[in-house]
Every structure is written in structure tokens, then in C-alpha cells.
């Protein structure tokens, strides 16, 4: 396992991610995207063969894969970009289940 991805493992901040691939960033940005950030970073990086690279190229993919995912959301926003399921549920046209509350509800001691 590559020495770069082992120190990634132990990172805990977003910003931690950008300080050590050196890529900047604006912190407003980061502040409302972290999550989606890195989550698009992880799907961005799920297709490198990082264990098969040098340790530099690695470092480069990782790199890319940062900036990348990072421009995702300087241009749109986490509800637009919907990378997580509780977004892409939220589309127009995505199926909803309803449950009426009738159904769910306990009948009364009364009744």
C-alpha cells in the first residue's frame, strides 16, 4: 500500500486533504462542500489503480482527483451535483414513497 495512501487514512479534515496534495481552496467553498468534496474525490480516485502506480504518480492521481471533484462544486452546488442519496432522491421525477399517516398511526384506547 502506497505511504500516501496510508497517511490519507489518517487524515480527519477536509482541509487536511488539500494541504497535503497542495491543491488550494476557497474556504467558503469547502465550508458548505466538504463532504461532497471528498465523496466525489473517492469516486474520482475508486478508478486509479493507485497501488499499481510510483508513489509520485499516485500523489499526481490523488492530485487530480482533488481539484477535480473540488471544481464540481465551485461550479454548482451539492444539491445540484446530488452525490449523495438523500440528494439524488430529492430529483424531480424521483420515485417517492408516501405512507399516509392513517397507516401508521395507533387507534386509539377510546375507539
Excluded: N
Excluded at 461532497?36 to 497501488?51: G, I, K, T
Amino acid at each position: 500500500m502506497s505511504q500516501l495512501i496510508e497517511r490519507m487514512r489518517r487524515l480527519s479534515a477536509a482541509e487536511e486533504f488539500f494541504t497535503l496534495l497542495g491543491v488550494s481552496y476557497d474556504p467558503q467553498v469547502l465550508q458548505v462542500a466538504r463532504l461532497h468534496v471528498l465523496r466525489r474525490m473517492s469516486q474520482y480516485m475508486s478508478d486509479a489503480a493507485l497501488d499499481a502506480l510510483t508513489e509520485d504518480a499516485a500523489e499526481e492521481a490523488c492530485r487530480v482527483a482533488l481539484s477535480r471533484a473540488y471544481a464540481d462544486f465551485v461550479a454548482s452546488t451539492p444539491i445540484e451535483q446530488r452525490s449523495f442519496k438523500v440528494h439524488k432522491d430529492a430529483a424531480p421525477g424521483a420515485r417517492r414513497s408516501f405512507v399516509p399517516f392513517s397507516a401508521i398511526a395507533m387507534p386509539s384506547a377510546e375507539g
